[in-house]
C-alpha cells in the first residue's frame, strides 16, 4: 500500500504503519516528515503509539534514524556555538547500574582542552542520569540558551538539558510513559544535540543498533564520532572484557574490537562499576575526579582516551588514555567542575 498523505503535510498513518508491518523501511525524507508531524502534535496518541511498537517491532533502519534527527533538531530550542565541539553520550538501557561514567568523561575530555557540549536528561532507566548529577553538583542545569553557550565559551564545557532543549517531546512523553516499553526516542536523545556537536562519542547497549546509528551519524554528517558496545552489553566501552567499535569518519563507517588488557587497564567486573542512587555517584564522581585511583578511574579514562581520539587530540587509544590519566592525576577535572558550578549559578541569579 503506498503511504500517500490525506492533506499537504498530513501523514496517513494506515498507510505507514501497513508498510512497516510489512517491515518496510521508511526513506529518510519520510522518516523526517513523520517526526516533523509528530513533532508539531498532529498525531494522534493511538497513532503514535502503533508507530513506535511497530517501529521497534520491524528494526529502525540508519535512513529511519537520520530522517528522525533531522525533525528532532528542526524543532529544538536554538543555542549557537561556534567551532568544533564534543559530546559523550549513552543511549542507557543496559541495567547495569553502573555509575554516570559519560558525565564524568566529559569533565576529563573539557580539562584537557576539548569543547564540550553535554547533551542529557534525568534518569530513565538508571537511577541518575547526568541532568541529575550535575544538578547534585550544583550545576544550575536549566540554564537560557545564551547562557549555555557563555559556559563553554568560558569554561570549554556546557549542559544542555534535553527537557529545556526539546520542548516538542512534550507531544511524545504520555505515550512513552504508557508504553513503558523502549522506543527509538532512547535512541535519538544521543543524536539530536541541539548544539549539533560535530564530535560525539556514543554508547550503545543493543548489539543490533550499535553498527545502525554508527551508520546514522555518518548520514548526518558527523566530521568524527565513535560508537561502542562492551561485550558485557554496557552502552560505553567496558574494562571487563573487550567491546566493539564502529569509527565513524568522512562519511564512512569502520569497525573494529577494543581489548582494555592490551591498553595496559586491568580487568573489572561490573560490580566494580556500580553506581547507585544520586548520592553515591557524587561520592564516586568526586573521588575519581580527585585522581582516586582504581577500576572507575579506568573506565573513565578509557572512555575519555575514545574522546580524545574522536576530537583529534591524540592518534591513538593509548596516547589518550595516557593523557585522561594525566588530567585525573592533576586535579584539572575535579577544579573545572567547581568552576563550572560557581559560574553557572551566577549566571542562573542573572537570568
Known sequence: MPDHATAPGAVHWPGVLTALLRGEDLDEDRAADI??????????AAHLAGFLVALRAKGESAG??????????EHAAP???????LDTCGTGGD????FNISTVTALVVAADGVRVAKHGNRAASSTCGSADLLEAWGVAIELPADDVARTI????????????FHPAMR?????????????VFNVLGPLSNPARATHQVVGVSDARLAPVMAD??????KERALVFRGDDGLDELTTTGPSLLWEVRDGEVRSS?????ELGVAPATVDDLRGGGVAENVAIADAVLGGEPGPRSDIVALNAAAALYTAGRVDALGDGLERARAVLASGAALDLKDRWVARSQELAARS
Open 79 to 85: 543555542i549557537a556555538v561556534d567551532g568544533p565541539l
Open 171 to 183: 507531544h511524545v512523553g504520555p505515550v512513552r510513559a504508557q508504553l513503558g516499553v523502549r522506543t
Open 35 to 44: 517526526l516533523g508531524a509528530v513533532m508539531r502534535g498532529e498525531a494522534e
Open 216 to 221: 546514522a551519524l555518518a548520514r548526518l554528517g
Open 95 to 98: 541495567g547495569a547500574g553502573t
Open 257 to 261: 574490537v577494543v581489548d582494555p588488557t
Open 64 to 73: 529511519e534514524i537520520a530522517g528522525f534527527v533531522r525533525a528532532m533538531m
Open 153 to 164: 565559551d568560558e569554561l570549554g564545557i556546557g549542559f544542555l538539558y534535553a527537557r529545556s
